[in-house]
């Protein structure tokens, strides 16, 4: 019979999957230390990354950002016409060519994240990481601040605990400017049955792929929902991601060519009539989504005592205490 967990087991399952012990000796300088590194944790990523990339060959974000970390097992996904431009500045083992120049189909990102997606299961993969390529950062939060990480283990954490469950079909990191610092009102580890955007781990079971031309991960998102999986979006990791329409290159020349991005909605309302909403704010067309009426649980797998990681992680900086009603205290660290 399959196990759900609920909001009174929530601090003792994550105690299980990661167990944390907390440094006592830290320093005032260690606490101001805007640096985050766990030099204990021997979880290593196992699912392939690959930066979707496009008309940014001097200014692919997530290649540095990725490089920083010490990651070097990721791929850069470009189109054959760019080829020689991406050369010039990123190393040929770091890149996929893509079979044909997808940008002529007029479709944004929607086939070369297709394209990704079989290329993963081609490889026998059981899920794949697919980013943009204008993410400049990876964030830890603490109860006081946020702290920027410098090692790839980040991978094998969040996937160690996304593994643990059964009916898990995205997930990803929050943005780090929606991640607020508050000690007396901390935000929740992370958000179950919500959107899932930028920079997603997806379960290569799914028999959805990606379509339309607009807002495609908004659009799948909500096929994962309404499919009865669910969705979990980190905060207590997240990503530093460029505004859109900041940098050029990428879907810029699709957001360009739209009414005040109406075009965007009307797709996704025409996707999912019942669910999305048009409306008009700060000088533009929103869609509107109710993601709280998704109850889907989250399922544990029956073997998860299994993947328990036996080591213990230390963590240079105090750790605030789970609290709170909300099932997404059970990652808070």
């Not at 830890?140 to 079909?169: A, M, S, W, Y």
């Not at 980190?234 to 530093?240: C, E, I, Q, Y």
């Not at 360009?256 to 996704?268: A, H, S, Y």
């Not at 797998?301 to 993947?307: A, G, N, P, Y």
Request: aromatic letters at 16%; one cysteine or more; a positive charge.
């Amino acid at each position: 019979m399959t196990k759900k967990i609920n909001n009174g087991e929530r601090d003792e399952f994550w105690k299980k999957i990661i167990p944390i012990e907390l440094n006592q000796d830290f320093s005032k300088k260690t606490i101001k230390d805007k640096w985050w590194i766990n030099e204990k944790s021997q979880l290593k990523g196992k699912y392939p990354i690959y930066i979707i990339s496009y008309n940014r060959s001097d200014a692919c974000l997530t290649y540095y950002t990725f490089r920083e970390l010490g990651l070097e097992d990721f791929k850069v996904v470009v189109e054959p016409c760019e080829k020689n431009l991406y050369l010039k500045y990123i190393p040929e083992k770091y890149l996929i060519i893509t079979p044909e120049d997808f940008h002529l189909k007029g479709c944004g990102s929607v086939p070369v994240r297709n394209f990704v997606w079989e290329h993963s299961i081609k490889n026998n993969n059981k899920k794949h990481w697919i980013f943009d390529d204008n993410i400049r950062g990876f964030f830890f939060l603490t109860k006081r601040e946020k702290k920027r990480c410098i090692e790839p283990n980040v991978f094998g954490i969040v996937e160690h605990f996304f593994d643990q469950f059964k009916n898990l079909g995205l997930a990803g990191f929050n943005y780090m400017y929606f991640v607020i610092p508050a000690p007396n009102r901390p935000r929740p580890s992370f958000f179950y049955n919500t959107r899932i955007y930028s920079a997603i781990l997806i379960n290569n079971d799914l028999q959805f792929r990606w379509r339309g031309k607009y807002n495609e991960d908004t659009d799948l998102s909500l096929r994962v929902l309404e499919a009865g999986f669910s969705t979990i979006l980190l905060n207590t990791f997240s990503v530093g991601k460029c505004g859109t329409m900041i940098m050029k290159g990428g879907n810029e020349a699709i957001y360009k060519e739209t009414n005040k991005r109406e075009e965007f909605v009307d797709e996704l309302i025409k996707q999912h009539p019942t669910l999305v909403k048009k409306v008009y704010r700060y000088n533009r067309w929103h869609h509107s989504i109710n993601y709280n009426i998704y109850n889907n649980p989250l399922e544990l797998k029956e073997d998860f005592s299994k993947l328990v990681y036996k080591d213990t992680l230390i963590l240079k900086d105090r750790m605030p205490t789970p609290s709170g009603k909300r099932f997404g205290h059970l990652f808070r660290v």
